[in-house]
């Protein structure tokens, strides 16, 4: 049986793959992660015009790739047409976006856990959740730990409908208010915080109140090795290279 996600989770964690390093949430970001050593990545997913899940942050692909508009209203077959390297650097040309099971197989191989963040376009939230629920119950290897997170409430409360084995984590910017009914709505086992919000008080009441504490996204070493002193569960970094020498 799998182990859950949260007894095998490092206190660093790379944010989509290792992205301070490598094109973010691509194959070659997830590969240099390991390659550095990390044991556990966020990613972000999507869904396409004919419900694939895709590995994405933007509602669009303008940024991250050579081409233009919404991911929504692409085909999957439109989305691997596109180069999702290059605006990198040159060296990542003929990087693609990668669909979940792309990525699920490849963690496996590299002994990685996986934070999945569900990342659904505005007013899409329940059919994105559905979808990526489906497709977990259906494909995820056994063997692959993973932690399901969004910021939207209907969202998480979908997917803990499908798959309920799974943890949940409700994302934040600040610490919400009035958390503890907050994440007793969201039905979640984590709270994740931009980690300019976070104060050791914060940590120490949410832990005690039985939740696991996570902080994104930590690329300063000091910032971060003070968010570990006041015994935050795990910091999600772009580089994580620069946070595995502080544990
Ligand atoms: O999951 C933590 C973090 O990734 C949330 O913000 O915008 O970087 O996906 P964002
Ligand atoms: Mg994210």
Redesign the pocket.
């Known amino acids: 049986m799998r182990a859950t996600f949260f007894e095998t989770m490092p206190r660093v964690i790379g ?2 793959g290792a992205s301070g390093l490598a094109p973010e949430n691509t194959i070659a970001s997830f590969k240099k992660a390991s390659e550095v050593g990390t044991q556990s990545i ?1 990613i ?1 997913i999507m869904i396409t015009s004919d419900d694939q899940c895709v590995i994405c ?1 933007d509602t669009n692909v303008n940024r991250c790739t050579d081409g233009t508009g919404p991911v929504l209203l692409k085909t999957l077959e439109e989305i691997k047409s596109l180069d999702a390297g290059k605006w990198f650097a040159d060296e990542f040309a003929g990087q693609q976006i990668p669909t979940l099971q792309e990525t699920t197989d490849l963690l496996t191989k590299l002994d990685i856990s996986l ?1 999945l ?1 569900i ?1 659904p376009t505005d007013g899409w939230e329940v059919p994105t959740a559905k979808i990526v629920g489906q497709e977990l119950k259906a494909n995820l290897p056994s063997d692959l730990p993973v932690l399901l ?1 969004s ?1 939207n409430i209907e969202a998480l409360v979908t997917t803990g409908e499908i798959v309920p084995h799974l943890p949940r984590g409700y ?1 934040s910017d600040a610490i919400p208010y009035e958390w503890e009914r907050r994440l007793a709505e969201a039905r979640v086992d984590s709270l ?1 915080c931009d980690a300019n919000f976070v104060t050791e008080d914060a940590i120490k009441a949410v832990q005690d109140a039985g939740y696991h504490f996570l902080a ?2 930590v690329n300063d070493p000091e910032h971060a090795q003070q968010l570990l002193d006041w015994n935050i569960d795990a910091i ?1 970094t772009d580089y994580p290279d620069r946070m595995l020498p502080l544990l």
Do not use: A, G, M, Q
Request: glycine share 0%; proline share 0%; net charge negative.
């Open positions: 944010h989509r966020e972000d942050h934070n963040e990342k997170s910021f994302l994740h994104f996204t999600i």
